[in-house]
Each structure stands twice: as structure tokens, then as C-alpha cells.
């Protein structure tokens, strides 16, 4: 290899927004066959807020969000985010809280017990109950005891302006794009058919995310994954080349070969592009 020549490429890529921590980035870049994309503050902005809340029994929204605001105030989801800014988080204290990457919060309410976060998680399989539908491509976060479903919040986020130029440009470069996210099939289903991309899974956990990429990579697929958060880290690292988005989460920063600085999405088949062309250069 020339090392005069990877220079000069790494520069040119962090000229772009895009930051290399790790030896040998390039070479595995050029050589990418599948670009795996996780949803929320990857291809989405992550910037969430409420849209609307559903109760299914008396418990009033106001109190349902007062319960939720409480049982978030240890997380740095975007969805915490999202509950915290409409109701204030310290009118009600929540003890013992436990944070469940890729599924959700648990705390304790004045002696009661709470889960709140994906269904499967929330209602752990009690039956959900009907309510009015959600805003079609929200994510949709549920509120539950032990006994009972409680409530029903629609999060919306908006999708980032370059995602689908950039996943385009992937794919004519010969890549097969993936997305990959831990949110309902409804809200990944909606982002993909609007994305273009075919082959997607939802309501991955975090081991879910890494057996999908061990897959790909045991038929022969070099991946290039691109992620966010605390849950993206394990998977990040399992990647053959990987990139974290600016502005996420510290471990998934640390995790990634490659940092996203400004978030613009447009960079990632510039560098495919650049890695190819380097990689000619130096055989
Ligand atoms: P993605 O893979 O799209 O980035 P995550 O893996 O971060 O999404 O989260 C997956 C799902 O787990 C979310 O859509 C949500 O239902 C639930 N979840 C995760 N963290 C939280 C939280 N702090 N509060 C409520 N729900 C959460
Ligand atoms: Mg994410």
C-alpha cells in the first residue's frame, strides 16, 4: 500500500464530514457489498416529538405523559427526549429506573411498577387494547403495569433531507441497502417503501441487529453498517467497516471506524467512491 495515497484519501474524506479513527477503513469500504442502515438518528433526524396521546382506560393523557416524562428522565433516547419536552419529568419521582436498549424504560411510580417503550416490551403479552389508529409512520411507545396497558404515545420524526439521494447513489453503486431498527413494522415499513429500500427488518433488538449482519456476512456479504445509538455499538463493531453518526451516542462513536460529522448522509457514496478508486491506486 501507499501510504502517500491513503493519506491523501483520508484527508479528502474528512474534508466531506466524514472522519476516519481506524486503520485498514478503506480497504474494507471498497470492498462493501451490503450498506446496512439503522432508523432512528441514522436515516431520520431523531429529533421526535409527540403527536398524539391514546389512554385505554380513565387515566387522563395529561397523567399518562406526567408517568411517562418520570420514567424517561434517565434516558437519552430521542424518545425521552420527545416525552420529557411536553410534560415535566419532576412532578412525579421515579425510583429505580432501568434503562432496556432497543426496547424500552421500567420504573417504579409511587409503589407501582411501570414499563414503558415498544409493545412487546411494555405489554409483555397481554393483549393491546383497540384504540383510535396512530398517525400512519409514528412510532408508537406504550405505557403499561403488570396488570394493564395505560396509554398509547404517537412519536413522529422527520426523515433526513439526503437519505434518499444517498441511498440511490448506493445502490447504483452496486450495494444492496438494508435497514435495520428496533421501531414497529408499521413505522420501518412506511420509511422503506418511502426510502426505496426492499430489505428491511423491524423490531430488532440489539442481538436481533447482530445476528441480521452475522447472516449477511456468513453468505458472504461485506457489510458496511451505519448507526446512532447505545444499541448500534455491538453491531457497529461486528460490521466489516462502520459508521456513526455525529451527535449520537458516545459508545456507538467510539464504536464506529468512521464518524459522520455533519450527519450528511451524501458523504457515504463519495467515500465508496474514493475508497475504490484508492484501493486501483494502490494495487
Ligand atoms: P432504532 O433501531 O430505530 O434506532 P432503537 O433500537 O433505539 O430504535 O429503539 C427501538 C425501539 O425501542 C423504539 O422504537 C422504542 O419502541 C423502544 N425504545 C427504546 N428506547 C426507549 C426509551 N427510552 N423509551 C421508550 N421506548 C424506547
Ligand atoms: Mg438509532
Not at 261 to 278: D, E, H, K, Q, Y
Amino acid at each position: 500500500a501507499t501510504p502517500a495515497a491513503l493519506t491523501a484519501a483520508t484527508g479528502e474524506l474528512a474534508l466531506d464530514g466524514l472522519l476516519v479513527t481506524r486503520g485498514h477503513t478503506l480497504e474494507a469500504l471498497a470492498g462493501a457489498t451490503d450498506v446496512v442502515f439503522d432508523k432512528t438518528g441514522t436515516l431520520t433526524h431523531g429529533r421526535m416529538r409527540l403527536v398524539r396521546t391514546d389512554c385505554a382506560g380513565e387515566l387522563a393523557p395529561g397523567q399518562a405523559l406526567l408517568l411517562a416524562a418520570a420514567l424517561e428522565s434517565g434516558s437519552e433516547h430521542p424518545i425521552a427526549r420527545a416525552l420529557t419536552d411536553v410534560a415535566s419529568p419532576g412532578l412525579l419521582t421515579a425510583h429505580r429506573l432501568a434503562n432496556h436498549p432497543g426496547e424500552g424504560v421500567a420504573g417504579e411510580i409511587d409503589g407501582q411498577r411501570y414499563r414503558l417503550g415498544k409493545a412487546a416490551f411494555a405489554a409483555a403479552g397481554r393483549a393491546l387494547p383497540a384504540l383510535p389508529s396512530a398517525p400512519e409512520g409514528a412510532t408508537e411507545i406504550w405505557l403499561a403495569t403488570d396488570d394493564a396497558v395505560l396509554a398509547r404515545f404517537a412519536i413522529g420524526d422527520s426523515v433526513r433531507e439526503d437519505a434518499a439521494e444517498a441511498i440511490a447513489a448506493l445502490q447504483a453503486q452496486g450495494l444492496t441497502v438494508h435497514l435495520l431498527s428496533g421501531d414497529g413494522e408499521a413505522a420501518v415499513r412506511q420509511l422503506a417503501a418511502e426510502l426505496g429500500i426492499s430489505r428491511l427488518k423491524a423490531g430488532a433488538s440489539p442481538e436481533d441487529k447482530l445476528a441480521y449482519v452475522g447472516a449477511l456476512q456468513q453468505a458472504g456479504s461485506r457489510v458496511l453498517m451505519v448507526g446512532d445509538g447505545i444499541n448500534d455499538a455491538p453491531v457497529l463493531s461486528r460490521a466489516d467497516v462502520s459508521v456513526a453518526m455525529g451527535g449520537g451516542t458516545d459508545v456507538a462513536a467510539e464504536s464506529g471506524d468512521m464518524l459522520l460529522i455533519g450527519n450528511r448522509l451524501a458523504s457515504l457514496p463519495a467515500a465508496v467512491t474514493m475508497a475504490r478508486r484508492t484501493r486501483r491506486v494502490i494495487r
